[in-house]
């Protein structure tokens, strides 16, 4: 075999991959990336591979071990245009008679024509045609074949340049796995006891034998694992673990999640599906099928580690931090990644992913009826089709028909070509290390996701929606719904017939900040309460509230009679349900006490015996937290939107029924009885800020638990008789909503938080408007005031040691108690000469609090009304003094 005839060989088999990986690649690509079947990560990913090493297979076996083929032939020829060639006219009356007895040729395998006797006038690839083939029709070949003629030195070329681009291209995968073992060599080891305990646990969890080490590395941003005969994870060195209590379940979830890259041998595929990408680099298919496995890697890893964990909101968490993390990264992952498995190397998919863990549980029921064997006797009956049917390469030669020896040699070719097929495709179905992957993608909900079309009514339409969450795309802001209520509707809408959106399915787009943070822990056939405007031909999502609620119940949105609506005078009601977040009330009218001059209501007594929502009390806040489900009040009100079904407060609350008269009569009994339980319970009745160490913490329902240190402020409604005996107690706090979920998401546990906290009933607090990360509690921090020196009001002088800015509120050491006020109730004002004081209520003075520096002089009026604080509240303007004459 000369030079000539294998460069012409490798020229066949390239032409003839192309062609079967075209059609390999191209249906699975439309069935996994379009369709997303399988609906398993893990079985997703062993297709796509299995689709890859295939067209290698395939193209080997109608190249060489010459299997059964009914398909077009493309033909192959040289073309010698050597002007010294000898015999050129001869050899052309016996081509034109090769054209004409199609009985006397065939189309030969191209390692028969190559060096075979049975080529004539001694050239290798038999007589050379001078244009392209004539069709052929004889017994053994039905099918037309597709004829290409080039010159002698292009099959050369060709293989030349793609000698070359292998060579650049394996050139740069060599340097990417050096840049990997760089960085493998300049990390640090991990020697944080509890971290590698954690490793061990997990490692021993997932079945793996091998030894994993844990690095750390500032040239990371993101956790990887790599490695094939040493794993390794490489953690970024603010995640190494020092940093993390034991427990700490987003530090456990990291680790899982690389840890299952490392059972599930991703560092092996990578380095396969770069090769075959380098190898078959003029294959485009190649690089888009590549990126779309790593993808169901992290699918698949995810799945695992969730069950090694035994739950998926933790993941979820992590994943979500790994992503704010990363909101703000400019520079794009070093190409050596590509060696590796990241936690977040492609952050695109992060929505998707957290989407699967949460429909995990949901989904851990279902037992799906493909498994790795099926998708291997699939894939192998796609291919032994494709080596049959799909057109190859081959050459023209002058030989006889085979013999009959021949054709049994063809067939044992043929059955070693389909053995060959099914064994180098069986070592892909044993990757996973489960014997049956649970489902982690969605289950296709039973909700349309497609929308309808608006009707007329709605046109202009701008208020309150709530829903079944149908489809979302967290990454593009819009999600879809099928409405279920109408619950309000603003003053400036337009719509002629708000309720028409009821059962129809609408898109809205536009959600941004951290609505998105609601969007992407929002499951689909969740309930979801929103605000949407129409605005042109679409629904948009303006940003005032999106946030998830229990599934719908019309008795949660009741509907006023039509006789009612603008009405606008005094009701006596009964409260059903408290809703604290947007500060509704459902109530139950008993009687309609006043009927107002303005109101335009053709029957105010339409709503007696009714269900009405009360809205509005964003003024009235101290108000409202005072009241409980089950009170009966008189309250005054407005039916502002004739179009809405809420009504809004426009006058002070009374309350009325037995539990007012119980306390008007002073029964002590019932007194002296709560009482005891608020000595025996601080937590019962606290207003005030509370600060301590977070105990644990679940983002998605808005909960958390902390070990109280400091209470450093008592407000004035606090019914609490002992807020102090908190410190050291543990408190369970919810209604973590809105900006204040993202200041729980990246609060790690053990770190201290500071919030407001209101307890209304039952065994956790209310979280009020206040939730941030602080510093750990020192002595000092909170400065606690003198008993002699509570309940003062007057005028002093003080030097400025701290200023906190989220909170409007000073530090100050006093240094003279100037005057006392009226209404001063402290036995010792002096007592606070030389100590320190908390100094708060600057809301209204922001201009002077801004221009207040640490280290200044200042003088000013304060009170001190809640004896139970230890802070105290500005009443006069602040002077800044410039010298000690000053201050006299």
Request: with cysteine; glycine share 8%; proline share 5%.
């Amino acid at each position: 075999m000369t030079l000539l005839d294998l460069t012409t060989l490798l020229a066949m088999l390239l032409c003839t991959y192309l062609v079967h990986s075209t059609i390999l690649l191209a249906a699975t690509w439309w069935l996994c990336a379009n369709r997303r079947w399988p609906d398993d990560p893990g079985l997703r990913s062993q297709l796509l591979k299995l689709s890859l090493l295939a067209p290698l297979i395939t193209t080997v076996g109608v190249t060489y071990l010459q299997s059964p083929h009914w398909g077009h032939e493309i033909l192959l020829t040289r073309s010698t245009a050597s002007a010294n060639m000898d015999g050129a006219a001869e050899r052309a009356a016996p081509q034109t008679q090769l054209s004409e007895s199609p009985t006397d040729s065939s189309i030969s395998a191209p390692f028969d024509s190559i060096g075979s006797g049975a080529v004539t006038g001694g050239e290798p690839f038999g007589e050379p045609l001078a244009a392209s083939p004539a069709t052929f029709d004889s017994a053994s070949q039905t099918v037309s074949p597709l004829g290409l003629a080039v010159r002698e030195w292009t099959f050369p070329a060709i293989v030349l340049s793609w000698l070359f681009a292998i060579t650049l291209g394996l050139f740069r995968l060599a340097m990417h796995w050096r840049s990997l073992l760089r960085l493998r060599h300049s990390a640090t080891a991990i020697v944080h006891q509890d971290s590698l305990e954690e490793l061990d646990r997990l490692r021993q969890r997932m079945g793996i034998r091998q030894h994993v080490d844990l690095l750390a590395s500032a040239q990371t941003q993101v956790p990887l694992a790599a490695g094939i005969l040493r794993p390794f994870i490489l953690l970024p060195t603010n995640l190494d673990g020092s940093s993390h209590l034991k427990g700490d379940s987003q530090f456990s979830a990291m680790l899982a999640h690389e840890l299952a890259h490392v059972a599930r041998r991703d560092s092996v595929w990578n380095l396969l599906l770069q090769l075959v990408c380098r190898v078959g680099f003029f294959q485009p298919l190649n690089w888009l099928v590549s990126r779309e496995v790593r993808q169901q890697m992290d699918f698949s890893a995810d799945a695992l580690a969730a069950r090694a964990l035994g739950e998926p909101m933790s993941l979820v968490r992590c994943l979500y931090a790994t992503g704010k993390r990363l909101s703000n990264r400019r520079k794009a992952f070093p190409s050596s990644f590509a060696l590796a498995s990241g936690m977040a190397l492609f952050e695109s998919t992060l929505g998707q992913r957290v989407d699967a863990l949460l429909n995990m549980e949901r989904n851990s029921d279902r037992q799906t009826s493909w498994s790795p064997t099926t998708i291997l006797i699939l894939t192998t009956v796609a291919a032994a089709l494709v080596s049959v049917l799909a057109p190859r390469a081959v050459v023209v030669a002058s030989n006889p028909q085979p013999s009959s020896d021949h054709r049994n040699d063809d067939m044992n070719k043929s059955l070693a070509s389909m053995l060959v097929l099914a064994g180098l495709s069986i070592p892909a179905s044993a990757e996973d290390p489960t014997p049956s992957p649970e489902k982690t993608r969605a289950e296709v909900a039973p909700l349309k996701t497609t929308p309808d079309e608006l009707p007329d009514g709605v046109r202009g339409f701008n208020g309150m929606l709530v829903g079944r969450l149908a489809a979302k795309d967290a990454e593009r802001g819009t999600f879809t719904v099928l409405v279920d209520a109408v619950p309000r509707v603003w003053r400036n809408s337009s719509a002629e017939d708000p309720r028409r959106l009821v059962g129809k399915t609408i898109t809205v787009t536009g959600v941004f900040g951290k609505f998105l943070d609601v969007l992407v822990v929002t499951r689909v056939g969740e309930t979801v309460e929103f605000e949407c405007k129409h605005d042109g031909d679409i629904l948009v999502f303006p940003g005032e509230l999106l946030r998830k609620v229990a599934p719908y119940d019309p008795a949660d949105y009741p509907v006023l009679p039509e006789e009612f609506r603008g009405f606008q005078g005094q009701l006596a009601a009964k409260i059903l349900k408290k809703d604290p977040e947007t500060f509704e009330l459902i109530l139950h009218v008993d009687r309609v006490v006043k009927t107002w001059d303005d109101s335009s209501a053709k029957n105010p007594q339409s709503i007696e015996g009714k269900t009405l929502m009360l809205a509005g009390f964003w003024n009235r806040r101290e108000a409202y937290h005072d009241l409980k489900v089950g009170e009966r009040i008189e309250v005054g009100m407005k039916h502002i939107g004739m179009r809405s079904d809420h009504l809004t407060v426009a006058e002070a609350i009374k309350k009325t029924g037995k539990l007012s008269d119980t306390l008007k009569q002073g029964d002590g009994k019932a007194m002296s009885r709560r009482e005891s339980m608020e000595r025996k319970d601080p937590q019962r009745g606290f207003r005030g800020m509370l600060v301590g160490r977070l105990v644990e913490k679940d983002a998605e329902r808005g909960t958390f638990t902390v070990t109280v240190d400091a209470v450093p402020r008592v407000w004035e409604n606090n019914r609490s008789s002992s807020p102090k005996s908190l410190i050291g107690k543990n408190v369970s706090a919810e209604g973590v909503s809105g900006r204040m979920i993202d200041a729980l998401v990246v609060a790690r546990i053990g770190d201290t938080i500071e919030f407001g906290a209101l307890h209304d009933e039952g065994p956790r607090v209310r979280v009020g408007e206040v939730l941030r990360k602080v510093a750990p509690v020192k002595p000092g921090d909170y400065p606690v005031l003198p008993d002699e020196f509570r309940g003062f009001k007057g005028a002093v002088t003080a030097k400025v040691v701290r200023k906190g800015d989220e909170l409007w509120e000073l530090i100050v050491e006093v240094e003279k108690v100037h005057e006392t006020f009226e209404g001063n109730r402290a036995k010792s004002p002096e007592s606070i000469v030389g100590e320190q004081l908390m100094l708060a209520g600057f809301w209204n003075r922001k201009d002077e609090f801004h221009n207040i520096k640490v280290g200044d002089r200042i003088r000013c009026g304060m009170n001190h009304p809640q004896l139970l604080s230890d802070h105290m509240t500005v009443i006069e303007g602040i002077r800044k003094l410039q010298s000690e004459a000053e201050s006299e």
